[in-house]
């Protein structure tokens, strides 16, 4: 069975036990949790062949309302280069470094997300790649804007910044789920799903929820080796490219 029937064949029972885990705070008035949310799977393990994969996002309200969630990858210092063509060759011209870049971001929602809160509320909450809080360089306001673009742009390319607002649907006035797209070249590290419950254009109640992403088998023991001992890596990589040449040589001029 694939990822995405093994999600739809999860998703009923999911939502049941959010239900049911609402239903019992609900019994309890002094304990009462206005939302409650969770993931299908909390740790992501990239093998070889790993060509991305959807995590299903579910949970339950105490009544009506809509629902934001947004998805933040590892915190990271970018450099955003421009580059001019000089004498026929491609050269970096200019640069700024951004700090606090989530190095994946994501956002779902019920309905769009101008309609459920106000720009000041969209900018406090970080809610859209344009109101994200990046440490920004000590540069020409004009400049630190078109460079911020362009990052966002770049991100969009490498399928790192989703450009269309993901999906939460409803089951009845409580239920509710959504379908996170991780690609195939998400970085690894912890992610912090955040999910917001809004009503009447106020944030009513919101959870956050870790996910990790992470290698395993034999690529993660190379990312390890590389990443502690960068040295030895270094070293063994140019003998091992040696190695092939040689062999090669061999075997073309036995040939």
Not at 136 to 154: G, H
Not at 209 to 223: C, D, E, Q
Request: cysteine-free; aromatic content about 8%.
């Amino acid at each position: 069975m694939t990822a995405g029937g093994t999600i739809r064949w999860q998703a009923p029972a999911l939502l049941l036990l959010a239900l049911l885990a609402l239903a019992g705070s609900q019994s309890r008035p002094a304990q009462a949790a206005p939302l409650i949310a969770d993931l299908s799977n909390h740790l992501i393990a990239i093998t070889t062949g790993f060509a991305g994969t959807d995590v299903l996002m579910f949970g339950a309200t105490d009544g009506p309302g809509d629902i934001i969630v947004t998805v933040r990858g590892p915190l990271t210092d970018v450099a955003v280069r421009r580059k001019e063509r000089v004498a026929g060759i491609w050269v970096n011209r200019d640069s700024l470094t951004f700090g606090l870049v989530p190095s994946f971001y994501a956002v779902a929602s019920s309905r769009p997300i101008e309609e459920l809160l106000t720009p000041e509320l969209l900018q406090r909450q970080q809610v859209g790649a344009n109101n994200l809080s990046l440490i920004r360089p000590d540069a020409r306001p004009t400049k630190v804007e078109e460079f911020r673009q362009a990052l966002f742009r770049v991100k969009e390319q490498q399928g790192l910044y989703a450009p269309v607002l993901g999906k939460v649907s409803f089951l009845g006035n409580q239920l509710f789920r959504t379908d996170l797209r991780f690609p195939s070249n998400v970085p690894v590290g912890s992610y912090l799903i955040e999910v917001m419950l809004i009503r009447d254009g106020r944030l009513v109640s919101a959870q956050t929820t870790p996910l990790v992403i992470s290698k395993a088998g034999l690529g993660a023991a190379i990312y390890q080796f590389a990443h502690t001992q960068s040295l030895a890596y270094g070293v063994s990589a140019v003998l091992a490219a040696l190695l092939l040449g040689w062999f090669a040589y061999l075997i073309f001029r036995k040939i």
